[in-house]
C-alpha cells in the first residue's frame, strides 16, 4: 500500500515567489510556523512539505499572497498574516470578494482581510457606508483610498474628513493659524495615509486653497481640493459632489451624527468610521455611533461594515491586544 504524498509543488511567477518567500524568508517562516509545514522556493513556484491539512492550509494562504501580487499589490508581512488567518477561516464563510484593486500613485489598495473586501464593496455599491471595529482594521484608511480614487477619476471633486475633536471641546480658536492648521493635529491619521497614497507632493498640492468665484456679493471664496474640519464646522452646509468621511465617529453624539449624516448633497457619499468601545466622551451613552447603526441598518442606501479583532492588519500585537479587552469587556458586562 502506497504511503500518501508529503510534498507538493505549487507553480508561480517569479514575484509571486519572491512574495512568498518574503525578505530573508521571513514570509515563508511565518507560513511554516502556521501550519507546521516546510516551505522552499526553487523557482518557478513553491514546494510545499508536510501532512495532508498543513499542506492544504498552507495551499490556501500562498494562493492568496500570490493573487495579490497579481493584481499589482504589495506583500508585506501584514499581507503575510492575514493570508494566515484567510486560509484557516472554514470555508462556510465563503469566497473571498473578487474587489477590483484601488489604483493609486504609489501602486495599489487591495483587500487584506474578507472583512475589507466586503468593506470595499459597500463602499463601491452605498451612498453611506459604516465601518466600526478596532482599531487597525483598515476602515479609515480604505476609506481615504476609495475617495482619492473617486477624485482620481472624477466621480467627486473634493475629500472632506471631519471628526469631533473631543480632547478640544470643539472650541479651536486657541490655537495658532488658518482652520487647517489648527485641526490638523487631530487630522494627522488622515494625511498620513493621503501621503502614503499620493506622495508629499500631491498632497500639498491638494490642501492649497484653490480661489472660486461665488459666494454672496460674487466675493471669491477659497476651495481646497481636500478639507478638514472638526464636526461643529459641518452644521449647516450641504455638502454636493463630495466624499465625506466622518472618524473616530464614535466621539460624536447623538445629535451631531444626525447633523453630519444629513449634511448629504447632489453627488455626494459618505464613510462613518468607528470604534464603540472607544468612546472619549464624559458620558458614553451619548455615543451616536452605535445609536446611528442600529437606527439606519437595513435602511435602502446604507451598508454597515463590522470588522473583529482578527481583522487587526497592524503588528500581530494588536490583535492579541484587542483581543484581550474585549475579553475583559465581556467579563464585565
Known amino acids: 500500500m502506497s504511503r500518501p504524498p508529503t510534498e507538493e509543488f505549487v507553480p508561480l511567477s517569479d514575484d509571486a515567489v519572491r512574495a512568498v518567500a518574503g525578505p530573508h524568508g521571513r514570509h515563508a517562516a511565518l507560513i511554516e510556523s502556521a501550519f507546521d509545514v516546510q516551505v522552499e522556493t526553487p523557482g518557478g513556484g513553491v514546494r510545499l512539505r508536510g501532512d495532508t491539512r498543513g499542506r492544504g492550509l498552507a495551499h490556501r494562504a500562498v494562493d492568496i499572497l500570490a493573487s495579490r501580487i497579481e493584481l499589482g499589490a504589495a506583500v508585506d508581512e501584514s499581507d503575510t498574516r492575514a493570508a494566515i488567518a484567510a486560509a484557516r477561516a472554514p470555508a462556510s464563510s465563503g469566497p473571498e470578494p473578487a474587489i477590483p484593486p484601488i489604483s493609486m500613485r504609489r501602486g495599489v489598495v487591495a483587500a487584506k482581510t474578507r472583512a475589507q473586501g466586503a468593506y470595499l464593496e459597500a463602499l463601491r455599491t452605498h451612498p453611506l457606508v459604516f465601518g466600526v471595529g478596532p482599531a487597525g482594521t483598515g476602515k479609515t484608511f480604505l476609506a481615504v483610498a476609495y475617495g482619492a480614487s473617486l477624485m482620481k477619476s472624477g466621480e467627486v471633486s473634493r475629500l472632506i474628513v471631519t471628526r ?170
Open 164 to 333: 469631533p475633536a473631543v480632547e478640544a471641546g470643539e472650541r479651536l480658536g486657541f490655537l495658532p493659524g488658518d482652520l487647517t492648521e489648527k485641526v490638523d493635529p487631530y487630522m494627522a491619521p488622515i494625511w498620513d495615509a493621503l501621503r502614503d497614497l499620493m506622495g508629499e507632493a500631491e498632497v500639498e498640492r491638494m490642501r492649497e486653497p484653490n480661489p472660486r468665484e461665488g459666494g454672496q456679493g460674487g466675493v471669491r471664496r477659497d476651495r481646497r481640493a481636500v478639507e478638514v474640519a472638526p464636526i461643529a464646522f459641518m452644521r449647516g452646509r450641504t455638502l454636493n459632489n463630495a466624499f465625506v468621511i466622518v472618524d473616530e465617529a464614535q466621539n460624536c453624539t447623538r445629535a451631531q451624527m444626525k447633523m453630519v449624516l444629513t449634511r448629504l448633497g447632489e453627488g455626494a457619499r459618505m464613510a462613518v468610521t468607528g470604534d464603540p468601545s472607544q468612546v472619549d466622551l464624559p458620558n458614553r451613552a451619548d455615543s451616536g455611533l452605535a445609536h446611528a447603526v442600529g437606527l439606519l441598518e437595513g435602511v435602502e442606501g446604507v451598508a454597515v461594515s463590522r470588522f473583529v479583532a482578527s481583522d487587526v492588519v497592524r503588528h500581530p500585537l494588536v490583535e492579541r491586544i484587542v483581543k484581550a479587552y474585549d475579553a475583559d469587556a465581556a467579563g464585565l458586562a
